[in-house]
């Protein structure tokens, strides 16, 4: 671990004992990781700033699951990715920092229905347009509050029709749109199958399991490798990953090296409540713990 990094995160008044843990996990390559940790810029205050790849850098992450940015009533998202020169900027900075973009979010529809907003093939449009201009190859499109599907089964029909609209846009672009539901695993599998595209895939949450008191292993086993394409590795607020009760990483590893997944770990929330605002400490903390665990034998 570099000394900075370690430096920082004292000075943040937090260290996590998983740094304390890590051997030498952060000088193998990239490349020979079988997971990798990312953040999220939206998450660490940094929603397309360019000032989210060092600050991600220096928390000690592989990537950055970077934002479309809002929607509000836009035709479409307010992406400043789409200005050529701001693209370019985060493309060479992250070469510079050797940092990885590993999703593209589409985070303006946590608040937006999916299954009624008008313009949705232009949204997920420009979403792909810009994963190909950045070399990247899932989206995460959460169905969000208006779209789940628990409280709301009746927008079923409208949400698979909308995702079989949008799966040959994906499909021709060569990219996976990974989706977020309230869903047990079973019924994501049966959701998955209706659309019928290998294009469309679950961006996993430990998150929602949790909270409706599913196990995450068994819910992990049920979707099977092929249809996760990242994981939001996650709890809700309160305390950091390792310090989670109801949440056996280990155990989780075990579950996805049984499973032969491979693939981004992505967090998200599971912050320190006494230091909500405190971003390198939780993050890194949380990163540090989940180096720890999946970047080690």
Request: glycine share 8%.
């Amino acid at each position: 671990m570099k000394r900075r990094h370690f430096i920082n995160i004292i000075a943040a008044g937090t260290v996590s004992a998983a740094y304390l843990k890590l051997d030498n996990a952060f000088a193998q390559p990239l490349k020979t990781q079988r997971y990798q940790i990312a953040v999220i810029d939206l998450m660490i205050l940094k929603r397309q700033k360019i000032s989210a790849l060092p600050l991600a850098r220096e928390i000690g992450a592989d990537g950055l699951e970077i934002d479309m940015g809002g929607l509000g009533n836009r035709e479409t998202f307010d992406n400043k990715l789409a200005d050529p020169q701001v693209r370019q900027q985060y493309l060479d900075k992250a070469k510079e920092l050797n940092l990885t973009f590993c999703s593209l979010a589409m985070t303006g529809f946590y608040a937006q229905s999916f299954a009624k907003r008008e313009g949705v093939e232009k949204m997920v449009g420009d979403c792909i347009q810009t994963m190909q201009q950045m070399n990247i190859k899932v989206a995460f499109l959460p169905l969000g509050i208006q779209g789940d599907l628990t409280k709301n089964p009746e927008l079923r029909p409208l949400i698979v029709e909308r995702l079989k609209s949008i799966a040959p846009l994906a499909e021709k672009a060569g990219v996976i749109i990974g989706i977020e539901t309230a869903l047990s695993a079973a019924e994501e599998v049966k959701l998955l199958k209706d659309v019928g595209s290998k294009a469309i895939q679950i961006y996993f949450n430990f998150s929602n399991a949790l909270e409706a008191g599913r196990d995450v292993s068994e819910e992990l086993r049920i979707l099977g490798k092929n249809r996760i394409c990242q994981i939001h590795c996650t709890d809700k607020d309160g305390v950091w990953l390792e310090n989670s009760t109801r949440l056996d990483m280990h155990k989780v590893r075990k579950t996805l090296d049984q499973m032969g997944w491979k693939g981004w770990l992505v967090i998200e929330r599971s912050r320190d409540a006494t230091q909500p605002q405190n971003v390198k400490g939780n993050y890194g903390a949380n990163t540090a713990y989940m180096k720890s665990v999946f970047q080690t034998k």
